[in-house]
């Protein structure tokens, strides 16, 4: 067997079948992508693939198994103990979770990045104290915090945001900082200094654009872990409350039947699973585009 | 904003006083600086020689208010146009910087944003200090451009560093220092990184910006071959102190001190060395910061080193006009082969 090589000067070799099929796994690479959009678009259109009303309760057909039909309907993944459709409510907990996921990332990432940023350029006295305090909030077990945040503000949507971006903002600020710092020490920011940018031109223009790709790295792959603590607060009833459908909370009703109705608690926790692979995947293959070397 | 008037005075531009640096190393104050004095006036360019480590960057960073959170001026005084900067906060210091007095690095291929386009580089000085308004800044860095030689300056200035040279970049880093019309630039050893013919044209644009816009340059370096290129007054100096000052032809005629002959005596050249001869080289070297002798700094390593070098330090002394050296037994003639021959000449200084 001969070797084909491409080469600019010589006649044009067809793409041979390796090449091909190597394409073909470089874009399959990005499967995640597929399920998260199908998980982005049963968030923002529920109602479009949910085939019943997920609230909706049917007490003549509860803790029934897959593919059930009762007065016309179909249950094609089983009733709960309450008689509602599990797949309507499944399609409908995905909202919760990416919603809380997203939001929760994206304030802890904001605030830990911002104090990360202001540690690194406020040596003396800020910058220590943020540090301290990061390594604090880093030393609380997530549950206590969580539960006392719950217990102080009430258990709804946007406490279990805040919960979860009071846990997570150090990881951010930890990055943010080491980035700064090793920023700082660039050539081109003593240039700008000795050019009279003073320290908030610095930061903007010079040291955000080097911090950045750092945070959205850790971002992506902080995502997948929200999915989760949002499931295990709202297992524990600390998160969204019922009748919203939660995948969490789903978990933790199925959680007495599993014996009997095994349905219940399986298919939220696979979609959990599916959600959590797919959104870490896509996260370490953004890691790979953005952080080739592995600094991070 | 045009340039900058030039006051009719002539009183020097920059005026180094008995300055003194502390460096903190492991707890300890070490002198990096000992009392230094330097002045230069308009429209002159003055080298600063020595080996690494003798405090040449250290002097720019000090002038720049750039020195690190372990040093401070502990002594001394630095003005700029009769004004004092040495003890300015940031702040205030921010004003001068890039605006009356501006600096490029050594190594052109990090100095540059690699994410910022060059143009919006030098924009961005320009910007800083409030000068024009938009459509201004942007003829402004095209005129620049054309200014520091980089042809097809409209190109040039959409590409990002990387997309440059060596010697293109460091124009850029010129284009940026001189867009704010500093009276004084303070370069900081701006062709070491570069190829010997691209830093033959470097050091023209240096001279050429000095004639055409009357800046005053501050050149850093190593090289005595560059010092001999650009420089109208040369300072020596040795292990955190000035040991000579002259005119430059009248330093590389008649070296006082041992250590500028040695130096001169060192410079590699076609003719300099006959074959199969060794180069002459220094012996020894630049002593570390917790151990410069108390004595003459250079005593240890010079060849012509008496008693009364070990015992008592020299100061600066006049040994012809402009020209001062300190060294209690100067060199008299221009140098032999045998460096340091001892001389008859002696100092006027105590």
């Known amino acids: 067997m001969t070797i084909a090589i491409n080469q600019p000067w010589g006649p044009e070799v067809p793409l041979s079948r390796a090449k091909r099929a190597g394409k073909l796994r470089k874009l399959l690479r990005w499967w995640p992508l597929a399920i998260l959009g199908i ?16 609230d909706l309760t049917h007490l003549n057909a509860r803790l029934q198994g897959p593919g059930f039909r009762a007065d016309g309907l179909k249950f094609l993944l089983g009733t709960d103990d309450l008689g509602r459709d599990v797949l309507s409510r499944v399609i409908w907990g995905v909202r919760v979770s990416v919603v809380v996921a997203t939001t929760a990332v994206f304030a802890a990432g904001v605030f830990g990045g911002a104090m990360g940023i202001i540690a690194g350029v406020r040596k003396r006295i800020l910058g220590p104290v943020i540090m301290r305090i990061a390594d ?23 406490n279990l945001v805040i919960v979860l971006a009071l846990v997570r903002w150090p990881r951010y600020a930890r990055v943010a900082y080491a980035q700064t710092l090793e920023a700082s020490e660039r050539e081109f920011v003593r240039a700008a200094v000795a050019l009279g940018a003073r320290q908030l031109r610095v930061v903007r223009r010079h040291i955000l654009p080097e911090v950045l790709p750092a945070l959205v790295v850790i971002a992506t792959l ?27 909370s789903m978990l933790s009703t199925g959680q007495q039947f599993v014996a009997s109705a095994w349905w219940i608690a399986t298919f939220p926790g696979l979609a959990l699973f599916l959600l959590v692979v797919a959104v870490n995947r896509l996260g370490d293959l953004i890691r790979d585009l953005l952080d080739p070397k592995g600094r991070i | ?36 004095s330097l002045s230069i006036n308009r429209g002159e360019i003055v080298g600063i020689v020595g080996e690494s480590g003798c405090g040449k960057t250290m002097m720019a960073l000090s002038i720049m208010g750039l020195l690190g959170e372990n040093s401070k001026i502990v002594r001394g005084s630095i003005r700029l146009e009769g004004e004092e900067i040495s003890s300015l906060a940031p702040r205030g210091l921010r004003r001068y ?24 580089q030098v924009k961005e000085v320009l910007t800083i200090h409030r000068i024009g308004s938009r459509s201004d800044r ?40 001189l867009a704010a019309e500093p009276a004084l630039l303070i370069a900081d050893e701006p062709t070491t990184a570069l190829d010997a013919t691209v830093q033959a044209q470097i050091l023209d644009l240096l ?61 590699t050249g ?25 004595g003459c700094p250079f005593a240890p390593r010079c060849l012509a080193a008496q008693d009364r070098c070990i015992e008592e330090r020299p100061e600066l002394g006049e040994v012809e006009p402009e020209h001062t050296v300190a060294c209690w037994f100067p060199l008299a003639a221009p140098v032999k082969s045998e460096a340091g021959g001892s001389s008859s000449i002696k100092s006027d200084a105590p």
């Open chain 1, 136 to 158: 604090m909030v880093l030393s609380i077990p997530f549950f206590l915090l969580a539960i006392l945040v719950v217990a102080a503000l009430g258990p709804n949507l946007r």
């Open chain 2, 1 to 36: 904003m045009t340039l900058g008037t030039v006051r009719p005075t002539t009183a020097p531009l920059l005026e180094m006083d008995d300055l003194s640096v502390c460096v903190e190393i492991k707890g300890q104050q070490e002198l990096a600086l000992s009392r230094v």
């Open chain 1, 39 to 54: 998980a982005a678009f049963a968030a923002a259109f529920p109602y479009l693939l949910a085939p019943l009303n997920p």
């Open chain 2, 97 to 120: 910087r890039g605006r009356r007095m501006s600096m490029i690095f050594q190594e052109p291929m990090v100095a540059l944003n690699p994410l910022m386009r060059v143009g919006r």
């Open chain 2, 207 to 267: 001279l050429e910006i000095r004639d055409r816009l009357g800046t005053s340059v501050l050149f850093v370096t190593h090289d005595m071959g560059v010092i001999a290129e650009v420089a109208d007054r040369v300072v020596v100096m040795y292990a955190g102190q000035v040991v000579e000052v002259a005119p430059v032809n009248a330093l590389f005629a008649r070296p006082m001190h041992p250590y500028t002959g040695g130096l001169l005596q060192s410079i």
């Open chain 2, 138 to 177: 942007r003829r402004r860095v095209a005129e620049l451009f054309n200014q520091v030689g980089l042809s097809g300056s409209v190109i040039r200035a959409r590409q990002y560093p990387h997309e440059l040279s060596g010697g293109m970049r460091q124009r850029v880093m010129i284009a940026m220092a």
């Open chain 1, 222 to 248: 902080e995502v997948g872990l929200m999915v989760i603590y949002e499931a295990a607060l709202s297992f524990i009833g600390l998160g969204v409350q019922p009748p919203t459908p939660s995948w969490g």
């Open chain 2, 270 to 294: 076609p003719l300099s060395v006959a074959k199969g001869q060794d180069l002459p080289t220094i012996p020894g070297r630049v002593p570390s910061l917790g151990d410069i002798p108390s």
